[in-house]
């Protein structure tokens, strides 16, 4: 009797503890293992990580500090925000953003992402993100999660001319939106090759009338053809509009004046702005003097790049002109990796714009996530079920002595039966 009775019980407890062990609940969420991490802490980032608290979604966002805005005095066509400085900005929304509880920040630069099984649902994406932070800069932390966001950014790509570089986003600008209109009816220069010159010129139209495209160089006849096959009557285009072309090699850009108001008042969305700039020429015709033009602000036509290269390492597949593919949810090519802002393939690079793509990509892995879970939870319901109740009968047995127990086990069976145990051996 006592064997039937030891069998009887341990088989009990491996049907039990087997449940539990092969049907486990998802893994739990501990202090390195997250729902999403994002990857850079521009606008789109930010408003990603702002998405994923709205809906209690644990996430962390690991910014490098490094912005492609960053140079710029003020962001602009941002509203409610318009006129202040990109770094005010990015403070005032991290400070409404800490109100979310299941989200955080952290500074520091993620150098590896690697695809592994999902321990919970080997169906759905899962990966450990290797990055260094500002307390550990030389031992990298390897953290977990379901879901990536690349806001990585993008990296303008200037000439080595000496001036440009120091003066980029201080009186010489990429964007018309952005800065355009603090210069307005100023002289302005455009820095960009000949066969881009008409559609550089047609930005900023509307705002300024004396303009002198610096193609530096570029003003050749291949340049020429391929600026009369897009577009016959350019030259006449732009006489019309008085925008002279100079061809002259620059050997520099010296700033004159400096156009930033230290008693600017960020309550206002804009201002001018009146900077004041040389543009010296290398020496030709056997001049002493280089020769100069004074331009007050610059738009720059120069390309762009990815900040970095771990998308590509990571496998994510590009599109020209060398953006992150994504499709309309910012989802790249690898399940689970989503890019949004300036690095991604919709080839819409502002403010409003990234801020927008992040929280795209948000909705999409909220209910992306959702339904992995939901798939999960009902394939194990069965053994969760099963798992509660062998709990609950497992509890009966507590305080009990050995007669209540063998009463317990042997329930209704009958001597006939083969779960019958017999009678109870009080000496048991």
């Known amino acids: 009797m006592r064997f039937l009775l030891v069998l009887l019980l341990a088989s009990l407890v491996y049907i039990v503890s087997g449940a539990a062990i092969q049907n486990k609940l998802p893994v739990p969420i501990h ?5 999403t991490i994002i990857v850079g802490g521009g606008p789109a980032g930010l408003a990603a990580l702002s998405a994923l608290g709205r809906v209690r979604r644990k996430a962390l966002l690991i910014d490098s500090g490094e912005y492609r805005n960053g140079p710029t005095r003020h962001m602009h066509d941002v509203l409610g925000y318009d006129g202040v400085t990109p770094a005010y900005f990015r403070y005032k929304a991290r400070e409404q953003i800490s109100h979310y509880s299941t989200v955080s920040f952290t500074n520091g630069t993620v150098t590896k992402i ?19 932070t500002s307390d550990s800069p030389s031992s990298p932390l390897h953290l ?23 003066n980029f986003g201080k009186g010489i600008y990429w964007c018309p939106w952005c800065d355009g209109h603090e210069h307005a009816d100023q002289p302005m220069g455009l820095l960009c090759s000949l066969d881009s010159v008409v559609d550089n010129f047609r930005e900023i139209i509307t705002l300024n009338s004396d303009v002198i495209a610096f193609v530096n160089g570029t003003d050749t006849p291949d340049n020429r053809k391929l600026n009369d096959k897009s577009f016959p009557g350019w030259e006449k285009y732009l006489n019309l509009h008085n925008v002279r072309i100079d061809n002259r090699t620059i050997a520099a850009i010296s700033r004159l004046k400096n ?71 910012m989802q790249t090519n690898i ?31 909220h209910q992306k996530l959702a339904k992995e879970d939901s798939e999960l939870e009902v394939k194990r319901l069965p053994a969760v079920r099963w798992f509660r109740r062998a709990k609950r009968g497992a509890s009966q047995f507590d305080g009990l002595d050995a007669r209540s127990i063998w009463i317990v086990v042997n329930g209704k069976s009958h001597e006939d039966d083969v779960l019958y145990a017999g009678e109870c051996n009080d000496e048991f």
């Open 259 to 329: 156009g930033s108001d230290r008693e600017h008042d960020p309550s206002l969305p804009s201002t001018a702005e009146y900077d004041l700039f040389n543009v010296e020429f290398k020496k030709q015709n056997g001049k002493n003097e280089p020769e100069v033009e004074q331009r007050a602000v610059f738009f720059t036509g120069f390309p762009t790049t990815l900040r970095g290269d771990l998308g590509t390492k990571t496998g994510v597949q590009m599109y020209s002109p060398g953006r992150l593919g994504v499709d309309q949810n």
């Open 114 to 132: 690697t695809s592994e099984v999902n321990p919970s649902n080997p169906d759905a994406s899962f990966f450990v993100v290797e990055t260094t």
């Open 31 to 35: 202090d390195n293992l997250f729902e």
């Open 335 to 365: 399940d689970g990796i989503y890019a949004v802002g300036d690095a991604n393939s919709d080839n819409s690079t502002n403010v409003p714009h990234a801020m927008y793509s992040g929280k795209r990509a948000v909705v999409f892995i």
């Open 144 to 166: 977990f999660t379901r879901k990536v966001i690349l806001a990585t950014g993008l990296v303008d790509v200037l000439p080595s001319t000496p001036g440009l570089a120091e």
